[in-house]
């Protein structure tokens, strides 16, 4: 505590925890002049000591108190988040689906749906918006209120995928990046129309076998170019066949304190391991190998998402 008009100090009393100096006491002169005796000493020692560790305590209650409201509005936000994501999950239209869904802090900036677009068309979506926490989930809702808009006018892939694009560069100019995979499966003709602006390949496996290359086509991220056109391709399906779509939270867990990832290669270790069971089956065995590692090797949100065509 400093004294205006009074620079004559008499004593500084080093304050130390663990041998090291974290702060100094001043003590000023006394009114008549006297020295301090050494009783006077040992005490401005111990009252230097409990001093620091008042404003220690204060400190950290403060800090306790920030980290309380963050985490409560997180919740408050996990809350809101939960309503935007699929609860029911579409039957009659040719395949079954399951999915499993990780927030990395509660909120999520992966994205994922899928809607009913008539009797034999169903829309899939997964995408994944740059960084994690309430800024991503922030925009992930207004990316999924445009996406919900567009399926009402009966907008095209194409025409989605533009109307997003817009958004995101004309609101923030590259500084905010979306990776999307949206496929429009027609249970008809078995062939889904996709188009994938930066995101994951989806893993086909056929016959106990991964086809790696019957997604080639991709086109940028969305936000990182305006005049991106963004064109829809064709695939075929079998009956049989397993379509995974994922976000890269999974592939970046590291399997190593040298910091390698698992890859890729871990989950379709998993849907091979478990050739012979359900969509649902499958992802629920992910899910449970995914609560296996620790803690800290899990750096980002995941997302996953599991089809069998009928």
């Given at each position: 505590f400093e004294r205006e008009g009074d620079d004559e100090v008499d004593l500084l009393i080093p304050v130390k925890e663990n041998d090291t100096v974290i702060g100094v006491l001043k003590v000023w002169r006394k009114k008549d002049g006297s020295t301090f005796h050494e009783s006077e000493i040992q005490f401005l020692q111990s009252a230097s000591v409990l001093l620091y560790h008042l404003i220690e305590n204060e400190i950290l209650y403060m800090e306790y108190s920030e980290n309380r409201r963050y985490e409560k509005e997180l919740d408050a936000a996990s809350y809101v988040q939960m309503r935007l994501f699929?609860?029911?999950?579409?039957?009659?239209?040719?395949?079954?689906?399951?999915?499993?869904?990780?927030?990395?802090?509660?909120?999520?900036?992966?994205?994922?749906?899928?809607?009913?677009?008539?009797?034999?068309?169903?829309?899939?979506?997964?995408?994944?918006?740059?960084?994690?926490g309430l800024s991503a989930a922030t925009l992930l809702a207004v990316t999924d209120h445009i996406i919900a808009a567009c399926v009402r006018e009966r907008k095209n892939l194409s025409q989605i995928f533009t109307e997003l694009n817009n958004f995101f560069t004309s609101r923030y100019r590259g500084t905010e990046i979306m990776t999307l995979f949206m496929m429009v499966y027609d249970r008809r003709s078995r062939r889904g129309e996709y188009i994938n602006a930066g995101h994951c390949l989806p893993i086909l496996i056929r016959s106990g076998q991964v086809m790696r290359n019957l997604f080639p086509d991709r086109s940028l991220v969305l936000g990182a170019n305006q005049h991106e056109e963004y064109r829809p391709s064709l695939v075929g399906f079998l009956p049989g066949d397993d379509i995974v779509l994922y976000t890269d939270g999974i592939v970046e867990i590291q399997k190593d304190q040298q910091g390698n990832n698992v890859g890729d290669i871990f989950l379709i270790d998993v849907m091979l391991g478990a050739?012979?069971?359900?969509?649902?089956?499958?992802?629920?065995?992910?899910?449970?190998?995914?609560?296996?590692?620790?803690?800290?090797?899990i750096l980002d949100d995941i997302t996953v998402l599991g089809l069998r065509i009928d």
């Open positions: 699929p609860r029911l999950i579409p039957v009659g239209k040719g395949f079954s689906c399951s999915y499993f869904s990780r927030p990395f802090i509660k909120v999520t900036g992966d994205y994922f749906d899928f809607v009913s677009l008539d009797d034999d068309r169903t829309l899939f979506a997964m995408g994944d918006v740059a960084g994690h050739a012979d069971e359900s969509i649902e089956e499958k992802i629920g065995l992910l899910s449970r190998r995914l609560e296996q590692f620790p803690r800290n090797s």
